[in-house]
């Protein structure tokens, strides 16, 4: 929570924090009411093995960051490349085309949770 003051104290709004799933089931669930206390404010979890264990970002996302879409993302079967799977056959493929653009990296926070 702490986290979150500091990003409204440098003008935004706390609206997300992004946590390692590690620490999301070990720290948050079935520990005490914070998850509920930070859905009922509006901040939504992201759980991910993006961010190293022990490690949280919390953000203005909203107002700090904008994911675009580049509308030529491809998500098909397609034939896996040889010696990729145990056995041939069709595969999930993707390629997802995006950009993160950061217009005001003061709205984001880490912190650590030891």
Do not use: K, W
């Not at 709004?13 to 009922?40: E, K, P, R, T």
């Not at 022990?54 to 909203?62: A, E, L, P, R």
Request: glycine content about 8%; proline content about 4%; overall charge negative.
């Amino acid at each position: 929570l702490n986290a979150c003051a500091q990003v409204e104290q440098m003008g935004g709004s706390a609206d997300g924090i992004v946590i390692n799933s590690l620490d999301f089931y070990a720290h948050l669930v079935g520990q005490s009411s914070l998850l509920s206390d930070l859905a009922s404010m509006g901040i939504r979890l992201c759980r991910t093995r993006m961010v190293n264990p022990g490690t949280i970002i919390v953000g203005d996302f909203t107002a700090a960051a904008t994911l675009y879409d580049s509308q030529r993302s491809v998500i098909r079967f397609a034939e896996a490349p040889p010696g990729i799977f145990p056995r041939e056959g069709l595969a999930a493929y993707g390629e997802v085309y995006t950009t993160l653009a950061v217009h005001l990296p003061t709205h984001f926070f880490v912190a650590s949770l030891t």
